[in-house]
């Protein structure tokens, strides 16, 4: 069974860095794509980043160029480094593993999610 465990969240203060770890067991990790994304109350859930497993890495425009994703395939592990957090940075974030159907379509694993609170 595929589990993905999420560290690193806690609270700073705006201007500050972080950085979340997920390392993934009782799966594969190597030639999946992995990502991060982020839940604030009453809204949905969005991703944030993601790498391929080529290390092609893709941002939303609200996070680009102040984080940065990076995986570590020996370990199992991928990270978010989180520079310049913003108070709209506040959220639950989620790692997350994608998979696909023969058809195409994702399948997703996700974590159990970590609390990042940036106060202003």
């Known amino acids: 069974q595929v589990r993905l465990v999420e560290s690193g969240g806690g609270l700073v203060q705006s201007g500050e860095s972080l950085r979340l770890s997920c390392t993934v067991s009782g799966g594969v990790f190597r030639g999946n794509t992995m990502g991060w994304a982020r839940q604030v109350p009453g809204k949905e859930r969005e991703v944030v980043a993601r790498?391929?497993?080529?290390?092609?890495?893709n941002y939303h425009k609200s996070v680009q160029g102040r984080f940065t994703i990076s995986r570590d395939d020996a370990k199992n592990t991928t990270y978010l480094q989180m520079d310049g957090l913003k108070a709209e940075d506040t959220a639950v974030y989620y790692c997350?593993?994608?998979?696909?159907?023969?058809?195409?379509?994702?399948?997703?694993?996700w974590g159990q999610g970590t609390q990042v609170t940036v106060s202003s």
């Open positions: 997350q593993q994608v998979w696909y159907y023969a058809s195409g379509r994702e399948f997703l694993y």
């Open positions: 790498i391929d497993d080529d290390g092609t890495a």
